[in-house]
Nanobody, 115 residues
Framework: QVQLVESGGGLVQPGGSLRLSCTAS????????TNWYRQAPGEERELVTR???????WYADSVKGRFTISRDNAKNTVVLQMNTLKSEDTAVYFC?????????WGQGTQVTVSS
């Protein structure tokens, strides 16, 4: 059973930075696309960014230029570096991998941007 664990969330002031990590229980993050989603209260879960198995990245317009996704194959971890955070970035952030048509999700990590 694949398990994904997110970490690194917290409370940060507007303009600040946070670094989220997604670590898998098995060596899968270098084989499959890893997605980061977020869900704000009362809103639908939205795709924020992704990195493919060959390192191609995609970003939602709302985070382009502020967020960077990367992968550390040796640590089986995908990192989301978030800079210049805004209040509208407040949400629970989830990592996701789809393997054989099945979606695996972590438990999420809360990011709160507030002064």
């Amino acid at each position: 059973q694949v398990q994904l664990v997110e970490s690194g969330g917290g409370l940060v002031q507007p303009g600040g930075s946070l670094r989220l990590s997604c670590t898998a229980s098995e060596n899968i993050l270098s084989i499959y696309t890893t997605n980061w989603y977020r869900q704000a209260p009362g809103e639908e879960r939205e795709l924020v960014t992704r990195i493919t198995e060959i390192g191609i990245t995609w970003y939602a317009d709302s985070v382009k230029g502020r967020f960077t996704i990367s992968r550390d194959n040796a640590k089986n971890t995908v990192v989301l570096q978030m800079n210049t955070l805004k209040s509208e970035d407040t949400a629970v952030y989830f990592c996701n991998v789809i393997i054989g048509g099945r979606a695996y999700w972590g438990q999420g990590t809360q990011v709160t941007v507030s002064s």
